[in-house]
Nanobody
């Protein structure tokens, strides 16, 4: 089992920044491909960003490329999502994920989910 706890969400104005953190506990954190998904009201949950255990493979959704940065610190069992130049359309609940699959995961590929943290971007 892997437990994931997100933090860092909140309310920010458009153009602002937020940094999400995800603390993992349980099984060996470094073995998992870590990622972030988000779900906006009335929309399907979608992949945002993902990072391999070594950090050598990083993937982003087209909608966040150039604005978001994912990173991980295996020694601290933590993954981060730095979000800059936020837009109102980034408003969603953001979920931390852990997957054994390396690569962009679908929802079905995710083995563990966090409880989610709300990000609201005002215009």
């Amino acid at each position: 089992q892997v437990q994931l706890v997100e933090s860092g969400g909140g309310l920010v104005q458009a153009g602002g920044s937020l940094r999400l953190s995800c603390a993992a506990s349980g099984r060996t954190f470094s073995r998992y491909f870590m990622g972030w998904f988000r779900q906006a009201p009335g929309k399907e949950r979608e992949f945002v960003a993902g990072i391999s255990w070594s950090g050598g493979r990083i993937y982003y959704a087209d909608s966040v490329k150039g604005r978001f940065t994912i990173s991980r610190e295996n020694a601290e069992s933590t993954v981060y999502l730095q979000m800059n130049s936020l837009k109102p359309e980034d408003t969603a609940v953001y979920y931390c994920t852990a997957s054994r699959l390396v690569g962009v995961p679908t929802i079905r590929d995710v083995d563990y989910w966090g409880q989610g943290t709300q990000v609201t971007v005002s215009s």
